[in-house]
């Protein structure tokens, strides 16, 4: 019985892993990038690094200046970054495994203050 309890044990638990299922870091891996608008728009670019850091630049049209972003993604694509060194604001939003992105930037310098969204995809 306790064989067969063992087999039984052994064999549940191959059914519940299915790899291809599971999001890593991964997936994620590689050049990403897009357009931002809002209270000001342009371009942006990140690589994703193996061990989930984000650097990358946004450049403003309007001002013709570049920002640095920087920061960390989880493994079910959250993205938490910062923009500026010291961080000046936030660039935050989600990644998919189908290769898009989007979520929302906000810069308080120069001032006055400037926020809207982003979008784009890796290449």
Same mark, same amino acid.
């Given at each position: 019985?306790?064989?067969?309890?063992?087999?039984?044990?052994?064999?549940?638990?191959?059914?519940?892993?299915?790899?291809?299922?599971?999001?890593?870091?991964?997936?994620?891996?590689? $050049?990403?990038?897009?357009?931002?608008?809002?209270?000001?728009?342009?371009?942006? *670019?990140?690589?994703?690094?193996?061990?989930? =850091?984000? !650097?990358? $630049?946004?450049?403003?049209?309007?001002?013709?200046?570049?920002? %640095?972003?920087?920061?960390?993604?989880?493994? *079910?694509?959250?993205?938490?970054?910062?923009?500026?060194?010291?961080?000046?604001?936030?660039?935050?939003?989600?990644?998919?495994?189908?290769? =898009?992105?989007?979520? $929302?930037?906000? %810069? *308080?310098?120069? !001032?006055?203050?400037?926020?809207?969204?982003? $979008?784009?995809?890796?290449?």
């Amino acid at each position: 019985m306790k064989k067969l309890f063992l087999l039984l044990l052994i064999a549940f638990s191959f059914i519940g892993c299915d790899s291809s299922e599971e999001e890593n870091i991964y997936d994620y891996i590689g $050049t990403w990038s897009g357009t931002y608008d809002g209270s000001e728009k342009g371009t942006w *670019s990140f690589v994703v690094a193996s061990d989930g =850091k984000i !650097t990358g $630049t946004m450049h403003s049209e309007p001002t013709n200046e570049n920002y %640095n972003i920087s920061g960390n993604l989880d493994t *079910s694509g959250q993205l938490n970054a910062v923009i500026g060194l010291p961080s000046d604001g936030e660039f935050t939003g989600t990644l998919t495994i189908d290769k =898009k992105g989007n979520g $929302t930037w906000r %810069n *308080s310098v120069p !001032t006055p203050d400037r926020s809207g969204s982003w $979008t784009g995809e890796k290449e």
